[in-house]
């Protein structure tokens, strides 16, 4: 009775820990999402604080909010679902308790029950009585056996006991360490969805003042796609003539671009950052314009929002093709990979000259600062005329 007790108690423990093991990994995992978001969080309050610097409501200011709550969303998230692991271990570990518990009551019963029967059994007689009123040397032999094993049993039953008592407090100990734990993270989510609702309020009024400005954002709309005209026109005209050139190239030549461009291909969502810090601004593609109602906007690349005199970095080993001035986009650099190209603009400066050969993560020039505060630099992919998604070719961040 006891044995196949303590079996059901081990495997039912054994299965509590392998869930434990699993739940520990999801934490794991949940905890390096924290950390992920309150970096994004830190990154975009600085960028913030740039363009806040100018005392004007602008798109940048709202992009960096924007960021702001996503981020802070994705950490209210992660809390909530640690603080459902946590209720999920508590939960088991109360379980624990409760067989535990429940193991210890039926042993000490039990061992209670042991020392009853005995006393019963001997009338009350001592050991030595009890062994010399055997009739034959055969009884008094079994007699001392059965003296032995019971005290054996006494001494295991004790021991059980004491066993159980010592994993009981333990187990009692991890519900409150989880409780605390509990608590702290109740806490954290409280504060950050205290902050969320202050970002909010701070956004929807931003859109406000945006709103007001519809006649200039328009102007700025329509001076962007002047400007991303002119940038795609540049590049289209670069593509044009490598495609003529390299119809004159020798099959060695051809070779060599093939593998350049297998290379650069392999790397597909692996590609470094052409900033250390910041966030994407604006995606690729058609999507809406993010205070302007029923108005589209359409992006080439991506418009990555960074730091004040941000170092602007090649994604990727490549060879600089063109170093340009493109009005609305300032300084482009242009960087071929085989057949793929990789376009860096809205730089203040750059240091690399056409034609040189620059390494994966080397500096190409400062971002541009606008009158807004809004440092932005614009970034695209091109194989050949066609325009591809950045954001599937960068390493996720």
Not at 133 to 146: C, D, E, G, I, W
Not at 385 to 392: T, V
């Amino acid at each position: 009775m006891i044995v196949s007790k303590r079996l059901a108690f081990f495997s039912f423990f054994v299965l509590l820990l392998a869930s434990g093991v699993h739940a520990q990994k999801t934490k794991s995992q949940l905890e390096q999402e924290k950390r992920e978001n309150l970096s994004k969080i830190a990154e975009a309050e600085k960028i913030l604080s740039d363009t806040e610097s100018e005392k004007k409501a602008t798109l940048g200011q709202l992009r960096a909010l924007n960021q702001q709550i996503e981020a802070r969303e994705g950490l209210i998230s992660a809390l909530n679902q640690e603080v459902g692991l946590l209720n999920g271990e508590i939960n088991d570990l109360s379980i624990v308790v409760n067989a535990l518990q429940s193991d210890l009551k039926n042993l000490k019963q039990e061992y209670a029950a042991m020392i009853y029967s005995s006393y019963k059994a001997n009338h009350g007689y001592s050991k030595l009585t009890f062994l010399f009123s055997a009739r034959t040397f055969n009884q008094l032999y079994m007699r001392l056996k059965y003296l032995e094993q019971y005290a054996d049993a006494r001494k295991i039953q004790a021991r059980q006991i004491e066993e159980v008592s010592r994993e009981l407090d333990a187990q009692r100990n991890q519900v409150e360490i989880k409780r605390s734990e509990q608590k702290t993270l109740l806490n954290q989510q409280l504060a950050e969805n205290r902050k969320l609702i202050n970002l909010k309020t701070k956004q929807s009024g931003l859109v406000q003042e945006l709103t007001k400005k519809e006649k200039e954002l328009k102007k700025e709309l329509a001076d962007r796609k002047q400007a991303v005209d002119r940038l795609d026109n540049l590049i289209a005209e670069i593509v044009r003539k490598e495609l003529e050139r390299s119809k004159t190239l020798s099959s060695t030549a051809i070779a060599n671009e093939d593998e350049i461009s297998a290379s650069f291909e392999s790397n597909k969502n692996k590609l470094a950052w052409p900033v250390s810090s910041g966030f994407i601004s604006s995606k690729f593609g058609k999507h809406p314009h993010p205070v302007m109602k029923g108005i589209m906007q359409d992006n080439p690349g991506v418009d990555i929002q960074t730091q004040k005199d941000e170092s602007v970095k090649s994604v990727y080993d490549g060879k600089v093709i063109q170093i340009a001035y493109v009005p609305g986009m300032y300084n482009v650099v242009i960087l071929q990979h085989g057949e793929y190209y990789t376009v860096y603009s809205r730089l203040k400066e750059v240091n690399v000259k056409k034609g040189t050969l620059v390494k994966r993560a080397q500096p190409l020039g400062a971002v541009h600062t606008d009158t807004n505060g809004v440092s932005e630099v614009h970034f695209e992919v091109w194989k050949n005329y066609a325009k591809l998604n950045p954001e599937q070719w960068l390493s996720p961040k």
